[in-house]
């Protein structure tokens, strides 16, 4: 019995992970398409609603909490992203000390996507020194990735094959 609850919690935890990574790099991937987009946006005004006017540290980057609301195709949106591939890298530090600078109220320039428009960023163009960073940590991305994601990839494929073989030869006995 014990050995059993071990093994599920054991099973739920890989399958875990491997959504996790899944998540993880649909997000990596989502940016990185807007990011190769970020041309076509369009040019909007936006209003901060919530700022701490504070460049911080969080782990190897800084950040900035900032909250703005914009009007794409006669809706209101907000949005706190600042800019592409903010995720793996965050923003430049030049950019988000100027950006701390603006209070609530304050209206600055930003983009939308003209895909989606409750997509918005402040700064719209990418450093070519982000892209070659990430297009070298594709591969090791997606190697760690794999890595971690086929433990509870197999866990899965093997509970299904499992179950379609025993109803497929429950249901050729009767």
Same mark, same amino acid.
């Given at each position: 019995?014990?050995?059993? $609850?071990?093994?599920?919690?054991?099973?739920?935890?890989?399958?875990?992970? &491997?959504?996790?990574?899944? #998540?993880?790099? %649909?997000?990596?991937?989502?940016?990185?398409?807007?990011?190769?987009?970020?041309?076509?946006?369009?040019?909007?005004?936006?209003?901060?609603?919530?700022?701490?006017?504070?460049?911080?540290?969080?782990?190897?980057?800084?950040?900035?909490? $900032?909250?703005?609301?914009?009007?794409?195709?006669?809706?209101?949106?907000? &949005?706190?992203?600042?800019? #592409?591939?903010? %995720?793996?890298?965050?923003?430049?530090r030049d950019q988000l000390d100027e950006l701390a600078k603006y209070e609530v109220g304050d209206f600055l320039s930003a983009h939308s996507s003209p895909f989606l428009p409750q997509a918005a960023v402040i700064v719209h163009r990418t450093e070519a020194s982000r892209w070659v960073a990430f297009i070298i940590?594709?591969?090791?991305?997606?190697?760690?990735?794999?890595?971690?994601?086929?433990?509870?990839?197999?866990?899965?494929?093997?509970?299904?094959?499992?179950?379609?073989?025993?109803?497929?030869?429950?249901?050729?006995?009767?």
């Amino acid at each position: 019995m014990i050995k059993t $609850i071990i093994q599920f919690v054991w099973n739920m935890f890989w399958v875990s992970v &491997s959504l996790t990574v899944l #998540f993880i790099n %649909l997000m990596l991937f989502t940016d990185a398409a807007m990011a190769l987009t970020g041309p076509l946006w369009v040019p909007i005004r936006a209003r901060i609603i919530a700022t701490d006017e504070l460049v911080s540290q969080a782990r190897y980057r800084p950040y900035l909490d $900032i909250t703005y609301e914009y009007y794409a195709n006669g809706q209101r949106y907000t &949005s706190k992203k600042i800019c #592409f591939l903010e %995720l793996p890298f965050g923003c430049a530090r030049d950019q988000l000390d100027e950006l701390a600078k603006y209070e609530v109220g304050d209206f600055l320039s930003a983009h939308s996507s003209p895909f989606l428009p409750q997509a918005a960023v402040i700064v719209h163009r990418t450093e070519a020194s982000r892209w070659v960073a990430f297009i070298i940590s594709l591969p090791i991305t997606l190697l760690g990735s794999w890595i971690a994601f086929l433990p509870g990839w197999q866990i899965i494929k093997r509970k299904y094959h499992g179950n379609s073989n025993h109803l497929s030869s429950a249901s050729s006995s009767q």
